[in-house]
């Protein structure tokens, strides 16, 4: 039996490790992520158009203000090219705030706040669940913490929202609960399952779920008014998932479609049917399963992970909202505890961030599944060795597989920049020209994330029918199941 370090030991461990990779990025550039803050970028210019009355969805001022200089240490925009952001008017009222402070500092702040959102969804989690606090923060660290970090997302924050809206409900709070995955509408369509299933099944939660509908409808009017609010609405969202269809880091079944061949409609418009499928499926299931595993949590985080198998649109930041779902399975249906684990380990791990998160990520990577593989599926050294060596493996055959050199696009976006037409005009223009490249290797990167997700679908589809051989634990007399800490 391998005795695991004590809460005390193990957040030193983190704390130790962190300053470890500090160092390595000071000392060695080559360890270092690319475009840092590159999202952010997008989201902070948008602000400042808004802020300033202008259409925060339009190529200009967006793109000027994205190839503004920087300081070195930041990511600036590319020339003629202005990287979307698609979000509702709502969800940019924060970046109007940080879009008066200069750049540098208001990326220092949004840095602050990604930090921690991810500070409190291990927190959270490891309350949640009383599984090893190691096992929860190598979880998060790589996909939630260091990718969303690079890029200035804002996903950690709808992560985070999931997290504690599972945990309220597992409280029996449900008008926290609906705050929560209000504030999770960051990222609406992965907040919505969420918000749909707390409606449909905690009614004491509506009333709080329609007050925060409406406050950020009003919002969103406040800011935007109504006709940016339709643009948003009937052309920022079609236009975004079209121009996204061939972006080879893209985990949607759209672009998995548009990948063999199909045309771009049909993919969009069976990928928008698969979205509505999982999500019917995952609100009838989300009861059954809760009941049946006598983890209320699972009402709002099972849809949130199986809607995220399939659908138009999906990046690899958004897929660390699976893992409070994968988490809360693997602690109350002991029989699919191997899968589970397994499960968790594919979806800890950014792939198809590769080639833009500095030559670290493969060694970060293999520690995270040591980690894993050693609290959640097998704690004998040879089996802990295999994995960790299996995740360098992968990573070794994708940089065998890149073999061409992506072009230049400044041309083709020279020729083509229209300055009144959405910014996803010119995006799309850049992702259909260097995403034709290495399409191998990204096909690899891509298939542990969609099989720890088609994994987990699968472990709550079982349950929500009731397949022969699964165990779930007792309940206890106030309806929860036993939360003891696993023994490892």
């Given amino acids: 039996m391998v005795k695991v370090p004590g809460p005390t030991t193990q957040r030193l461990a983190a704390v130790a490790a962190a300053v470890a990779v500090a160092a390595l990025f000071y000392f060695r550039p080559q360890t270092r992520p690319a475009a840092l803050m590159r999202d952010f970028n997008a989201f902070y210019c948008a602000g400042t158009a808004l802020d300033r009355g202008a259409d925060p969805y339009r190529a200009e001022p967006l793109g000027s203000c994205e190839r503004a200089p920087r300081p070195a240490w930041l990511n600036h925009g590319i020339p003629n090219l202005s990287a979307p952001a698609p979000l509702p008017p709502y969800a940019l009222a924060p970046f109007t705030a940080l879009a008066r402070l200069p750049y540098a500092f208001a990326a220092i702040a949004w840095s602050s706040i990604i930090l921690l959102a991810f500070l409190v969804t291990v927190a959270v989690m490891q309350r949640l669940t009383n599984l090893p606090f190691v096992a929860i923060a190598a979880a998060f660290v790589l996909g939630d913490g260091y990718a969303a970090w690079t890029l200035g997302q804002v996903a950690p924050i ?113 990928g928008e049917i698969s979205y509505a499928a999982m999500l019917a499926f995952s609100l009838w299931a989300a009861p059954v399963v809760a009941r ?32 409070p779902c994968a988490f809360l399975l693997y602690r109350n249906v002991p029989s699919a505890r191997v899968a589970l684990g397994l499960a968790i380990v594919a979806l800890s791990i950014p792939w198809v961030q590769f080639s833009s998160l500095g030559t670290v990520l493969p060694v970060a990577a293999a520690a995270v599944t ?21 995740t360098l493996g992968i990573f070794e055959a994708i940089s065998l597989l890149v073999t061409q050199r992506v072009p230049d696009a400044t041309k083709a976006l020279a020729a083509a920049y229209d300055p009144h037409a959405l910014a996803q005009a010119s995006w799309a223009l850049y992702v259909g020209f260097v995403g034709p490249w290495n399409l191998a290797a990204f096909d690899l990167a891509r298939l542990p994330t969609w099989l720890g997700l088609i994994a987990v679908a699968i472990v709550g589809a079982r349950v929500a029918i009731g397949a022969p051989g699964l165990q779930v634990p007792a309940s206890t007399k106030r309806g929860y199941p036993s939360h003891r800490p696993t023994e490892v």
């Fill in 370 to 390: 040591a980690v894993l593989a050693a609290t959640l599926v097998d704690r004998r050294p040879l089996a802990i060795a295999i994995a960790a060596l299996g």
């Fill in 292 to 323: 049946r595993t006598s983890c209320p949590a699972l009402v709002v985080t099972l849809p949130v992970a199986l809607t995220l198998v399939g659908g138009p649109f999906g990046h690899v930041v958004q897929v660390a909202a699976a893992l």
């Fill in 158 to 270: 709808a992560v985070a929202a999931i997290a504690l809206a599972a945990y309220f409900v597992a409280h029996d709070r449900p008008a926290a609960a609906a705050t929560a995955v209000a504030l999770a509408t960051i990222e609406p369509h992965v907040a919505l399952p969420a918000a749909l299933a707390l409606f449909l099944w905690c009614p004491r939660a509506r009333i709080a779920l329609v007050l925060a509908g409406v406050t950020l409808g009003a919002i969103s009017i406040a800011v935007g008014g109504w006709q940016l609010n339709l643009e948003y609405l009937r052309q920022v969202l079609p236009a975004h998932a079209l121009s996204e269809l061939a972006n080879s880091r893209q985990l949607s079944l759209a672009a998995v479609l548009h990948r063999i061949g199909a045309s771009d409609a049909l993919a969009l418009r069976i």
